[in-house]
């Protein structure tokens, strides 16, 4: 599903984000990115939503290298991500609803259709019911899960999620990482970036850990050994 | 994507900025007063050459000359004069006005009907009217009927009609040009307003128009409702204009009746026709896209999202 093969990236203010990182994540895993801030998980998932290109190296993503689509095709190919973001960027001015159609809304689904998968959606992460509040009228974790909601209305085959536990308690955080597996459950591959160890640990899945832009661990269930290392 | 679901689409966008328009009703007025301006301008000017020009329709066109008699020729000789007028054959048609007659005209038109009523005599001479023929209406022929009557020893002043008419068509050809410059001019002004107001609005919705991007919203999609407000602000502009311009013809119509009245026609205000709206309606529309289409391209390019 994901390939990064010796990717390199350089921001415009000199920083070296990543340096000849390699990886690859298949179709249906989930994979837990962790490391310091800075090490390199959000650029990464920028990386991965093509909101930034390599400087060097190749990011294939669904078959497709991310460095040689157009300008014009961003749009269609970013439709097949689900992005989950630690502050969730919902339109504060819209309701709930609004937010949660918007990536049907962009790809000209019929209003019916639209209304179905909007029900079903806030269902899966527990909202039915409050389609028509506004965001800041409903708490954190809440908050969080109408993002979530908005990532998988479209049923993309890849969820990715940077920090997305990152505002909540730890009792929200479970709750929300086993939302993910569900998804995962169902066949959708997952990515996300947290440094939260303890969820980590809980949930026992592939961990890749990121040192100063580099692969520093790869593995599978070898979790404690990797964190007591860092 | 189906031709209704497209339609939907286009037709939410447009509700969309509809209610945003709404929503903000003194920043919507002020836009749409100063796009109505600009529009109702050019808009004016246009009434007013076609206007002036269907005031003096009749005569646009005519190139009569005007044979003054002298005071003391009587109407005996003036209906002779005519007569042989009548024979040459670039004349096609020859009016003998009588002094009294013009009198009597001038005094049911002018105005002047009771200091006329005072005069002891009758102070005009007979004039014709020459009507050359259609095919010697070149100024060469004109020049060489003039010098036939001013040969005339009992002709006074021969008035070629056509100068002033030709001064006229100058002055309105001055005119129209004026209204073109003017069009031009504020076209590009309300390009530049509905731009700025734009410009302004894709700042206020930044945040929407990233998370827009980062969940697969193409350019076009992002662009559309902002597209419509400026056709809406163009279309706003212009249903005004054309409201202030009715309500300047309501009320010019009144005194210029008074004034044309006075100078002994008929004539009344022309209220903008069927395709002068059309024009202004159309101009609105097009100037809103196309002012938006270039703020939206110049402006949405530099959103991308940043997570």
Redo the contacts between chains.
Sequence with gaps: MIVFDRVSKRYANGREALSSVSFEVHTGEMVFLTGRSGAGK?TV??LI?L?ERPTRGAVIVNGRNTQTLKA?HI?????HIG?V?QDH???ADRPVYDNVA??L???????KEIDKRVHAALDQVGLLGKERCLPLELSVGEQQRVGIA?AVI?KPPLLIA?EPTGNLDPDLSLEVMRLFRRFQDVGVTVVIATHDHHIVREFGQRVIVLENGQVHGDAQDSLPSLVATR | MSLTVAGGRHLQALFGSLGRLVRNPLATLLTLVVIALALALPTALRLLVSNAQSATGNFVNAVDLSVYLKTDVPLAKAQQLAQAAQQRPDVASVTLISADKGLEDFRAYSGFGDALAALKENPLPHVLHVRPRAQDTSPASLELLRHYFTAWPEVELVQVDSEWVMRFNAILEVMRRLLLIAAAVLGVGVLAVIGNTIRLEIQGRRAEIEVTKLVGGSNAFVRRPFLYTGVLYGLGGALLAWGIIAIAVALLSEPVATLARLYGSRYLVRGPTASDIGTLLGAGVALGWIGAWISAARHLKGIEPRA
């Design positions: 959000s998932l920028k939503g909101l014009r749009a269609a190919y970013r439709r992005v973001f960027k919902l339109l918007l990536p809304a962009v790809a000209a689904t019929p209003l908005r479209s940077d």
